[in-house]
């Protein structure tokens, strides 16, 4: 039996911002830009939510489906760390506006960055376990930024967006390694969302958790797989991405722990095994609940860029994903040719070169109502039209969901035509 | 374990890390912030030393270690 991902996509918003910009704009040590290893961030605009960018991210793997494969996707789950509503999910909306069949399962899921891997990893499972042969489930990883001035650092490593994942029986993007995982998780307050419009994080509780989720993980993996090697079994590794820069530490701890190599050493196998998973996260920052698979697209679309395999030859891809709180995985799975050619229909370079780029007033002036995106208000009109001057600049190739606010609680929503 | 010993292989990690800096600042009263270690490189310290010395503490018994003189305490602890 074959399990796993047969199409991914991600969508990171019609707006960026140049790192650097930001970096100057809010006065921050220019020296620590390089630890980072950031180049843009991706900047929500005040008519996306989690609901347009999960539909956005999701429409073109749906539109792909013919009407009797769309039958099929008999589970929606969206993974997020936005949510509108105590009780409404997420899910409910894109349900709708995906058009996807009644005959679904609709359900939202949370537990951080980790929260898309977890419902994953079940929806794999159950495509595998043969209850609904020929079974479809799309996951959806979805989430807005909340920062501003107040979090220093990490507001230019703090992307937008999300990512969709479809599992099912051929899986052409992710063939994943049935009963190959690993996990570890513990009560921790490492970051945390207490309400609608702010963050809270301690960066050095959250990065301690990250390592130490990333040791205990592999342990598990290798008790469940034998003869697993970090070094040697993985020709490729897609981790969550905080921000680049932190994924490096983590390989390099790795590599000093389970294989004994020196940090020069390590310099070598990192450009090899792991750089072509950081080129979109360091364009998009940290997608949350989608950020390991937008690693895994930027993996997929730079195959042996840096001396790793080709997309001809078939190789395995170690996952690791991390979410505050804390719960973590580290699985894997295989990719190869179809892999490659699956997602390039996705084109994703396109979509991330086509952003507007925003000036640091620009940036600044939008986040007041970016902060409210998530504020249940009763009744809130937004203007999409205010910003063309943006929407002008971005180059925007299909039609795109937009929040136009919410009339009696409900969110309402209308199709942008690119026309 | 001798507490000098740990401090000696701290320090020997924090120079290796941060390669620019000057020997004599990294002393039992300050911090790895304060000698401009961020948070990548004092995970990497503590991380590096653990290894030196051959102790496994759990990382996230870390957290609470603000000074140079209370990592030091912690790994003597565990040592």
């Known amino acids: ?120 990893q079940m929806a794999v499972a159950y495509v595998a376990s043969g209850v609904s042969p020929g079974a479809k489930a799309l996951v959806i990883a979805t989430d807005v930024a909340l920062v501003d001035e107040r979090a220093q650092y990490a507001e230019p490593a703090t992307g937008a967006g999300a990512a969709a994942v479809l599992v099912g029986e051929d899986p052409r993007v992710l063939d994943v390694d049935l009963g190959a995982f690993g996990n570890h998780s513990y009560e921790t307050l490492d970051s945390a969302r207490p309400s609608p419009s702010f963050d809270i994080a301690d960066s050095d509780r959250s990065l301690f958790a990250y390592l130490d989720c990333l040791t205990n993980c592999f342990e598990d993996y290798r008790s469940r797989v034998e003869g697993a090697d970090f070094a040697t079994t993985f020709d490729y590794l897609a981790m969550h991405t905080p921000f680049a820069g932190m994924v490096k530490a983590a390989h390099r701890k790795l590599m000093r ?141 299909r039609d795109l969901l937009v929040n136009t606010g919410t009339k009696d609680y409900h969110r309402t929503y209308e199709w942008l035509s690119y026309e | 374990m001798n507490e000098d010993v740990i401090f000696e292989t701290v320090k020997r990690n924090v120079l290796e890390v941060l390669p620019d800096l000057e020997p004599d600042r990294v002393t039992m009263t300050g911090t790895l912030t304060d000698l401009g270690a961020n948070s990548v490189d004092r995970a990497d310290v503590v991380t590096m030393t653990m290894e030196d010395l051959g102790l496994v503490v759990p990382i996230a018994e870390f957290r609470d270690v603000h000074d140079i003189a209370s990592l030091v305490d912690l790994l003597k602890r565990q040592a």
């Not at chain 1, 960018?53 to 749906?62: K, Q």
């Open chain 1, 1 to 120: 039996m074959s399990a796993g991902i047969e199409a991914l996509n991600v969508y990171c918003g019609l707006a960026q911002i140049p790192v650097r910009s930001l970096f100057e704009g809010r006065g921050l040590d220019l020296d620590r830009m390089g630890n980072l290893m950031m180049r843009n961030r991706s900047v929500g605009l005040p008519f996306e939510d989690p609901v347009t960018n999960a539909v956005n991210a999701a429409v073109p793997i749906v539109d792909r489906l013919d009407p009797a494969e769309r039958d099929r996707v008999e589970i929606l789950i969206t993974s997020t760390e936005s949510g509108l509503d105590y009780s409404k999910s997420v899910a409910s909306y894109v349900h709708e506006y995906l058009g996807l069949p009644r005959s679904c399962r609709v359900v939202e899921v949370k537990q951080a960055c980790y929260a898309a891997t977890a419902a994953v």
């Open chain 1, 257 to 397: 722990e389970f294989t004994g190599t020196a940090p020069a050493e390590a310099e070598e196998d990192f450009t090899r095994r792991v750089l072509p998973s950081l080129a979109y996260p360091s364009a998009v920052g940290n997608l949350c609940s989608g950020s390991v698979y937008l690693a895994l697209c930027s993996l997929i679309d730079h195959l042996g860029d840096a001396g790793g395999p080709q997309p001809d030859d078939r190789a395995r891809v170690g996952l690791y994903s991390y979410g505050s709180g804390c719960s973590s995985e580290f699985f894997s799975g295989l990719v190869d040719r179809r892999s490659a050619e699956e997602l390039a229909a996705m084109r994703i370079p396109d979509h991330l070169a086509g952003r507007c780029a925003l000036t640091f007033e620009e940036y600044a002036g939008l986040l007041p109502a970016n902060l409210r995106c998530l504020v249940p208000d009763q009744d809130r009109r937004i203007d999409v039209e205010a910003y063309e001057g943006i929407l002008d600049r971005a180059r925007i190739d």
